[in-house]
């Protein structure tokens, strides 16, 4: 069974930083995305970054140029580096890993961005 855990989410000034971690256990198949969502208070699921076991990422808009993900396949851990952090980045944050027969979440690591 494919368990997620994420870590360090914070309370953080407007144009501070954070980075959050995610790490999997249990057998995942090579092939994977791996990623991050958020989830801000009233709103819907919304994507923030991908990265592909071939080594691509996504991004959405939002995230461009203040947001890097990167991962660690041998540990099974994808981080995501966030700076220039907004007060609209306030959310609750998900790690996801998406295979080819199933989608992996994580409980969350909640991110608040004073302004």
């Known amino acids: 069974q494919v368990q997620l855990v994420e870590s360090g989410g914070g309370l953080v000034q407007a144009g501070g930083s954070l980075r959050l971690s995610c790490a999997a256990s249990g057998s995942i198949p090579s092939i994977n995305v791996m990623g991050w969502y958020r989830q801000a208070p009233g709103k819907e699921r919304e994507f923030v970054a991908r990265s592909t076991s071939g080594g691509s990422t996504v991004y959405a808009d939002s995230a461009k140029g203040r947001f890097t993900i990167s991962r660690d396949n041998a540990k099974k851990m994808v981080l995501l580096q966030m700076n220039s952090l907004k007060p609209e980045d306030t959310a609750v944050y998900y790690c996801?890993?998406?295979?080819?027969?199933?989608?992996?979440w994580g409980q969350g690591t909640q991110v608040t961005v004073s302004s």
């Open positions: 996801n890993v998406h295979t080819a027969w199933n989608d992996y």
